[in-house]
């Protein structure tokens, strides 16, 4: 087991110990358990990102072609002011 030290700012320090006493943690134990989370959802937001790089848009428009034209279910609906987000290729 590796050990760091870090400076944390002042108010980051209380809020980070404030809830690890709200969890009945060490201030230690919240901040790996942070870490860890962060390191958790980056790792699989790059996974996402490089599976979405593999899609076909046009075997995905060929295939959306295949699917009725109805409405939405109830809930289903765009949001309003839905803006599509263009997607970005890999290198």
Do not use: W
Request: proline content about 4%; hydrophobic content about 40%.
């Amino acid at each position: 087991m590796k050990h760091l030290q870090l400076k944390l700012r002042d108010g980051l320090h209380a809020k980070l110990s404030e809830l690890a006493t709200r969890a009945k943690l060490s201030l230690e134990d919240v901040v790996v358990r942070m870490l860890e989370a962060h390191l958790c959802a980056t790792e699989q937001l790059s996974y996402m990102e490089r599976r979405a790089l593999r899609g076909d848009l046009e075997e995905f428009a060929r295939i959306l072609t295949k699917a009725p034209n109805v409405p939405p279910v109830p809930g289903d609906e765009l949001s309003e002011g839905y803006v599509r987000i263009q997607r970005k290729r890999g290198k």
